[in-house]
T-cell receptor, first 112, second 114 residues
């Protein structure tokens, strides 16, 4: 039972354009959401998070949008850079739980 | 933030043997976790490492196969016991200071069982 889903295994974008990575969840108890970036042979690196009391959070080139009614969040990267090429995971945690539940990841390729 | 050092970074082991992975955090943290990432798949939580008590295992993972220690607030170990080729994965240590905060990860241990 996948509680966090990333339905696109891969995404290819031209440098300078916008990258949009999507994530869906099924557990209505989730109230905190995070995005991580992972390069090969490294651990995941935290990018940005959002609490369920917000619908948008922005940090430089990265913006996360949350649609609670649709149980959907997305990560926007603008402008995309070749160094952004990595696997991106979304994760969620439920109220009063320290555990993070991860999606399956989306491999982003930013073409020069 | 927290810096997590994990070792070994990789190992090749014979089936039937055991490997202990160490995780050291540079500051005291509330919660520590162990994840597994099988090739091409997501991060799956193995267990929560509880300081001073037995770890809390997720469905599908048992203490006999993955014994975990957490003697203090900065250190934990995961042992992969009686290994088989199916245990070949990346094992990741993680720490989280509180609710509604990010989790930090070590660089992972790439285990190959032959």
């Amino acid at each position: 039972d996948q509680q966090v889903k990333q339905n696109s295994p891969s995404l290819s974008v031209q440098e300078g354009r916008i990258s949009i990575l999507n994530c869906d969840y099924t557990n209505s108890m989730f109230d905190y959401f995070l995005w991580y970036k992972k390069y090969p042979a490294e651990g995941p690196t935290f990018l940005i998070s959002i609490s369920s009391i917000k619908d948008k959070n922005e940090d430089g080139r990265f913006t996360v949008f949350l649609n609670k009614s649709a149980k959907h969040l997305s990560l926007h990267i603008v402008p995309s850079q070749p160094g952004d090429s990595a696997v991106y995971f979304c994760a969620a945690s439920a109220q009063s739980s320290y555990k993070l539940i991860f999606g399956s990841g989306t491999r982003l390729l930013v073409r020069p | 933030s927290a810096v997590i050092s994990q070792k070994p970074s990789r190992d090749i082991c014979q089936r039937g043997t055991s490997l202990t992975i160490q995780c050291q955090v540079d500051s005291q943290v509330t919660m520590m976790f162990w994840y597994r990432q099988q090739p091409g798949q997501s991060l799956t939580l193995i267990a929560t490492a509880n300081q001073g008590s037995e770890a809390t295992y997720e469905s599908g993972f048992v203490i006999d196969k993955f014994p975990i220690s957490r003697p203090n607030l900065t250190f934990s170990t995961l042992t992969v016991s009686n290994m088989s080729p199916e245990d070949s994965s990346i094992y990741l240590c993680s720490a989280r200071q509180g609710l509604n905060t990010e989790a930090f990860f070590g660089q992972g241990t790439r285990l190959t069982v032959v």
